[in-house]
């Protein structure tokens, strides 16, 4: 570490503040503006914007369509998050054992990433089509009847979480994936003298030494799965009767459909203060992990 | 003693069942872009046909042409909304380099007050998903008046917590001896920088630039509320239009999907390794 004489201070404000005051101006400021403009609410009678106190958070608070979205979006992530973690789990224990090909079949499950969830939205939109999507024609085959899928109450937020899943899995993969390289071959190796089967390795030594690895990908995973915006703008608008109507697009529309930034940024705030509950979790894994 | 039981052993040792789960997978991940890819080398007409009612042909490449990527590139602003996203991909890397770069050198390696707290935004706003803050940073962009700006695309995107910690990560690992006895040589800072310490960011700057170019290729929310004209729209916004423009065009729409892949993944793939390495050890070491 190199102290810096008082007279070369300055190199430290020249190198660090450009950064910091970009950081303070474009990512700490918003949240200070999103609480004070949720405060504020326009009057019509005196034609002017007005301090309003909390009364945004108890209109957004006892809103009904509010309390539906959140409760979509808190289904979408008790199933979306512990899946994902399910799958990009296994999938990295299918291509975590140097076999024949598994490059290749490892460039195949990444290629998703390379899709964006706007891309993905859209594509997934046209499999998706009841009437000339690529699914209900596979379907068809099977001898099944055309599903409604994202134009269908009770089938529109699976279809989200199946192709957000589509699309999150190989990201999340890579994790686990950099995890599994850490534990010593030598582990299994002793184990095997000791006779353990398959199972009990993955019982007793893989999924215990994954601890961090699994809180830390369910975490971040969670961060962005509760701020899911894309395919309910691309593909569903938050309908078929409003059941995949996501917090963060309820959001959006507030503030930017309806022109109603009091009530946007009300909402954004309590998102905000979840987002920033779910990032000490992530950063407390972090540092347990980095003390070890 | 004849047992039915190494018989099933041997199968699921032999490699054959892990072979099958992984092409089961594999397929599932790329079935949707490679019908996309063949989709896109037909003619409407043609990709309805083979959909409704399905035939397998809706999986092969029948007579490709190139039609609807050159409809896609003359007829449609996709070509100009493309150039958008790569000027921002590269105005943004530029910045992000130089800017991150810096602020995680002094990290690594000066002694200042303020440190750890400072370190700890670095480490908040890397965590906090972009998304969240999206609505409140339009009112401040609305204050500086740069809605509708190229400004408003690629300032905030510049200082990054996740680009400045990587770079920490690599300076802290240069002995300060090479810093300090160049010092005592009579190098100046700028000398420093330029001649020892730009030389041997070639790994970091490759990763975080993969990782900008990811972010700004693929950001949809900030340039859908903050730059949302023709002139302006990145490749993101252009295609979740066409969606709705092009509803009975579904080649040129295939096209726009693919395109949209694969200038990600063409740059990805040779670099996969610093990508990957980059995600994989920000996630998890401090």
């Keep these: 570490m190199i102290t810096l004489a008082r007279r070369e201070r300055f190199v430290l404000y020249i190198m660090l503040g450009p950064a910091i005051l970009g950081l303070l101006l474009f990512k700490v400021w918003p949240i200070v503006v999103a609480f004070w403009q949720s405060t504020l609410s326009f009057d019509f009678r005196r034609q002017a914007t007005v301090f309003v106190g909390l009364r945004n958070y108890v209109e957004i608070l006892t809103d009904p369509i509010v309390r539906d979205s959140a409760k979509v979006t808190l289904v979408f992530n008790l199933i979306i998050n512990p899946l994902q973690v399910m799958l990009s789990f296994a999938l990295a224990l299918l291509v975590v054992r140097p076999v024949r090909g598994v490059g290749v079949y490892r460039s195949f499950l990444m290629a998703p990433i390379a899709t964006s969830v706007t891309v993905t939205s859209l594509l997934w939109g046209l499999i998706l089509n009841p009437s000339f999507g690529l699914a209900n024609g596979l379907l068809s085959k099977l001898g099944i009847p055309p599903q409604a899928f994202l134009t269908s109450p009770s089938q529109a937020l699976a279809s989200i979480i199946l192709l957000a899943t589509w699309r999150g899995v190989g990201y999340w993969m890579i994790f686990f994936l950099a995890g599994l390289n850490d534990i010593p071959q030598t582990i299994y190796e002793a184990a095997a003298i000791d006779g353990a089967g398959r199972w009990s390795m993955l019982r007793y030594i893989t999924i215990p030494l994954l601890k961090p690895v699994f809180a830390f990908v369910l975490v971040a995973d969670t961060a962005i799965n509760f701020l899911m915006f894309a395919p309910p703008y691309v593909l569903t608008s938050g309908g078929p009767m409003g059941s995949t109507n996501l917090l963060m697009y309820e959001a959006y529309t507030r503030a930017f459909t309806y022109l109603d930034m009091g009530h946007g940024t009300a909402l954004t705030s309590l998102l905000i203060l979840i987002v920033l509950a779910i990032v000490l979790v992530q950063l407390r894994i972090l540092r347990a992990h980095s003390s070890d | ?286």
């Design chain 2, 1 to 286: 003693m004849v047992h039915p039981a190494p018989r099933r052993r041997s199968f699921f040792q032999s490699e054959l069942w892990l072979h099958l789960a992984l092409i089961a997978v594999a397929l599932f991940s790329v079935l949707p872009l490679w019908w996309a890819g063949v989709s896109s080398l037909k003619d409407s007409p043609r990709v309805f046909r083979d959909l409704s009612p399905f035939s397998w042909e809706a999986l092969l490449p029948t007579d490709p042409s190139l039609d609807a990527y050159i409809a896609l590139f003359t007829k449609t602003n996709f070509g100009r909304a493309m150039a958008n996203s790569a000027f921002i991909v590269i105005a943004t890397i530029a910045g992000g380099l130089v800017v991150n770069g810096l602020a995680g050198f002094a990290f690594a390696k000066f002694r200042f007050r303020g440190k750890e707290a400072l370190f700890l935004l670095v480490l908040i706003t890397f965590m906090v998903p972009f998304e969240v803050i999206a609505i409140p940073l339009y009112i401040l962009i609305q204050t500086l008046g740069w809605v509708n700006t190229y400004y408003a695309l690629i300032i905030p995107a510049i200082p990054n917590g996740l680009v400045i910690f990587l770079f920490r990560q690599l300076y802290a690992s240069i002995p300060d001896d090479l810093i300090e006895s160049a010092k005592i040589d009579g190098a100046s800072w700028p000398t420093i920088l330029w001649r020892i310490i730009v030389p041997l960011s070639k790994p970091a700057s490759i990763t975080a630039s993969l990782i900008i170019f990811v972010y700004q290729w693929e950001v949809f929310l900030w340039p859908l509320i903050a730059a949302n004209t023709p002139d302006l729209m990145t490749i993101q916004v252009a295609l979740s239009l066409f969606q709705q423009e092009y509803q009975t065009l579904w080649d040129r729409l295939f096209a726009g999907i693919i395109v949209s892949v694969l200038v990600p993944l063409l740059v990805l793939i040779p670099l996969q390794k610093y990508y990957v390495q980059g995600i994989a050890t920000t996630g998890m070491k401090e």
